[in-house]
């Protein structure tokens, strides 16, 4: 057996051995792949991209590279349209509207925001960076996300991310704040 054999014999026993010991390893102490921190599951929170201060410009306004949190861009709507369909959200989600025009001459809460040019989106309604879900209704005959849940717990629901909503009342509370009680 020549010097080279034998150096391919003593590692493959070396790599045999640190094999068996990393599987043993991994039977004692298992370590399932969503179980490290900031790896949460994309269904129980699906605006988690937001975390990332780096998508912060698609939808804040920036001067001098300074982000100003209260106010959005025109094109925020383009970042949210990027996974929700127009077509799915009906004539309930107004876009682009001035409600603070010569025609309605509406007034709009503060934390109602409009974008940069005064106009409704997507965000003058919903808080992106807002709970998915709550133990809360949204509205009255809301159903609980986690129904097939171990007994024993709460039920919770989807918040839909709206800025406003009411257990009974839903989401009328939201519309109200700009249009009025009828």
């Known amino acids: 057996m020549t010097g080279r054999e034998v150096g391919w014999e003593m590692a493959g026993r070396k790599t045999e051995k640190l094999l068996l010991a990393l599987l043993l390893l991994l039977l004692l102490f298992p370590v399932s792949p969503a179980s490290g921190e900031g790896s949460e599951d994309l269904a129980l929170k699906p605006h988690a991209y937001f975390q990332n201060s780096a998508t912060c410009p698609r939808c804040h306004v920036t001067v001098k590279s300074v982000l100003e949190p209260d106010r959005f861009l025109p ?7 990027g ?7 009906g004539i309930t989600h107004p876009q682009n509207v ?3 025009g010569e025609a309605s001459r509406m ?3 503060k934390d109602l925001r409009l974008d940069s040019q005064g106009r409704m989106l997507c965000l003058t309604c919903h808080n992106a960076h807002g709970p998915f879900l709550s133990p809360t209704r949204a509205f009255a005959a809301q159903k609980a996300a986690n129904p097939g849940a171990p007994a024993g717990t709460k039920p919770v629901y989807r918040t839909y991310f709206a800025r406003r909503s009411d257990p009974v009342r839903g989401f009328v509370l939201l519309c109200e704040e700009c249009h009025g009680k009828r």
Do not use: M, N, Q, Y
């Not at 094109?75 to 349209?81: K, R, S, V």
């Not at 929700?84 to 959200?89: A, K, N, P, R």
């Open 75 to 81: 094109e925020a709507d383009a970042f949210c349209l």
């Open 83 to 89: 996974c929700h369909s127009i077509d799915e959200l």
């Open 98 to 100: 001035r409600p603070g």
């Open 107 to 109: 007034a709009v809460p």
